[in-house]
Every structure is written in C-alpha cells, then in structure tokens.
C-alpha cells in the first residue's frame, strides 16, 4: 500500500510538472533587443488557473560567462494557450553580469553567440515549483559585414604606400567594441582572391585597428609593382569574430623594371624606393651605397622571391662613413633563373636594396 501511495504521488508530480508546455520563439541569428527575449508560448495544461514567473539566464556561448539575468512579474496562467511578449511579463527585474551590457531601455544585445535558458516557475503561496525549462543558442550579427571603401576593386594605385579605408558594419550598437582585423595578402597566378586571403602568409596584416582607416607603414615588406595585391578587414566585437568585409585586388602603378646585365667590375647602386633595376649576378654581388647615418656596420638579408620570401643568406657588413663599395659573395642556396631581393637596414631604420637574378656561370 505505500508503495502505491508512492507511485502515485510520484506520478501526480510529473503530472503537475507536464502541465505547462514553453517554446521560445527567439531568431536563430540576426540584430535583437533585449525586449525580444520575451517572446514565449506557454501552453497550460492545468483545468485551473496557475500563478507562474518566468526567469531567464543568458549566457555567452564561447566562454560560458554570463551576462544578464531576468525575472518577470508573477502573471496568472489560463488553461490553453498564452503567447508573451515583454509587456505580458513586465515590470521586469534585470541583472546584468557583463560589462558590455546594453542597459538602455530598448538595450540591444551586443554582437556574439550566446545560450538563453528559460526556467517557469509556479507559485502557490510561499512556495514554488519549477514546472518547466529550456535553453535555446541564438547568435547576434549585424545586418551588413564591414564595406571596403578604397582603393577601389581592381585599380592601380598611384602611392608606394597606400591608405585603406571602410565603412563600418551595421548596426554599430550592437558592438561594444568594435575593431578590426586589416590583412593583404600577394595573389598568385592562378589564384582567386579569396583562396590568397586563406591560404598565403600575409604581405602585412594589423590587428585590433579601431580605425576604420589604414596607412601602409614604410617599415613593412614594401609592395611590388609587379605584384597583384589581395585585401580585407574583419570586424570584431572585443576579440571575437563578427563579420567580414568583400575581397577586393589592386596593384601599384609602375614599369617593369628593366632588366641590367652587369660586368664583374660594376657596382649596382642601392635605392629606398621600388625603382630599383633589376639585375643578373652570379657569384659575387657588388653593391654601392651611402652611408650617411654613420654606422659601423649594418646588418643584409637576401629573400628567394620564388619562394614564398625565404631568406637565403644574411650577414653583417662593415662600413665607412660616406660612399662604400660592397661585395657580398653569394653561398650555395641561390638557383638559377629565381629572382632575389638584397636589403639592408641602417641605423635609421630604413631599408635600402636591388633585386637580381641569379645566372650561375
């Protein structure tokens, strides 16, 4: 007999908690308001009306941290169906676990994945009940990715160092902190843009920009003008990822430089700029330059071109204050017929260089 006085009870209980049936009627992906968390069916099973609250917990999805908390007003529910909204529900009493938070009156919430978890409470006097629960993943993104502003799609820029610029992904009020992830990459022959972005080392790339603009720095790898050119910003919200911008190419206006056999005796003059000729070696590489920062030494690389810019051969040369004639012996790692690039950097911090190519004798 108290076994069956258990099972019963037990079964009352499940009953009792089955009464109430909740779907929550969130947009998988898209801009929300705080307001549209609100939006729940709840179907009532119970012949009698029910005295029940709502409580919400949301969740960052990545990190698993929190970010706010929500408990509506205690509201009667009737037998049958009940769709809600946030004027059912309200007055509506927040917590909000994050710094990010929107706490306006029609906050929104901030770009990211996130976990919204629903419990329904029934109250009976002083005491309560959990008579239903759920969670649902929704994700904030915005409405349009970053727009690429200039230089446009395809052109020929004039500049050796060109300014980049975009628009801003929409809405902003969904980021909290906005910043941007500025990438070029070189575009290969047979390559569409989007497989460079992905799978070259990038030419130069800058993280966590908060500006929607961008100048090329002098210390970077400079550009070539015989090289197309592939770009694109993603934006972030803190550190992580909200949208991505279009693809776009360009190249630098310029001649091919022109080819210049040297003699053994010749010595080839280092230039700052991307105007420097381009000559044919082998063994021994005679360079002339000025020295006009008066250093000591200075330190030389030599990058295959070929070959995804390795460094071949590096070293240190002595110098004289003034003009100097430079000899640098090549070693055993240059190839025939590949294009190399020798560099130095002085005590200004400015790079100075020829490109050849190696024609072993």
Request: hydrophobic residues 40%; glycine residues 6%; aromatic residues 10%.
């Amino acid at each position: 007999m108290r076994h069956f006085i258990l099972i019963a009870l037990v079964m009352l209980s499940l009953r009792a908690t089955a009464q109430v049936s909740m779907t929550v009627q969130l947009p998988p992906t898209g801009v929300m308001q705080r307001a549209q968390l609100w939006n729940i069916l709840l179907v009532s099973g119970s012949t009698s009306p029910i005295l029940v609250q709502v409580e919400i917990r949301v969740t960052d999805a990545r990190t698993n941290q929190p970010v706010l908390t929500g408990a509506s007003r205690t509201f009667v529910l009737n037998k049958g169906a009940k769709q809600l909204q946030v004027g059912d529900v309200s007055p509506v009493s927040y917590e909000y676990l994050s710094a990010a938070a929107d706490r306006s009156a029609n906050g929104m919430l901030t770009a990211g994945s996130y976990l919204a978890c629903y419990t329904v409470i029934r109250r009976i006097g002083d005491a309560w009940s959990v008579i239903g629960e759920d969670c649902i993943p929704f994700a904030v993104e915005p409405v349009s990715p970053p727009i690429l502003n200039a230089p446009a799609n395809e052109s020929i820029v004039e500049e050796s160092l060109p300014q980049f610029s975009w628009l801003p992904p929409a809405p902003q009020a969904i980021f909290s902190d906005l910043n941007y992830d500025f990438t070029i990459v070189e575009l290969r022959n047979g390559q569409s843009a989007a497989e460079a972005i992905q799978q070259n080392i990038p030419v130069y790339r800058a993280a966590y920009n908060k500006n929607m603009f961008l100048n090329y720095p002098a210390s970077a790898v400079q550009l070539d003008t015989a090289k197309k050119y592939a770009w694109t910003v993603v934006a972030n919200n803190g550190n992580q990822f909200a949208a991505q911008a279009e693809i776009w190419t360009f190249k630098l206006k310029g001649v091919h430089a022109e080819k210049i056999n040297i003699e053994e005796a010749a010595y080839v003059q280092l230039k700052r700029g991307l105007d420097a000729p381009l000559v044919t070696c082998s063994g021994t590489l005679q360079l002339s330059y000025s020295n006009d920062p008066g250093d000591n030494t200075v330190k030389y690389e030599i990058i295959n071109l070929d070959e995804s810019k390795k460094v071949v051969q590096s070293g240190m040369l002595s110098l004289n204050r003034g003009p100097n004639q430079l000899k640098v012996v090549l070693n055993n790692s240059f190839t025939t017929g590949h294009s190399y690039l020798f560099h130095i950097l002085n005590g200004r911090l400015e790079y100075w260089n020829t490109k050849f190519i190696y024609n072993k004798k």
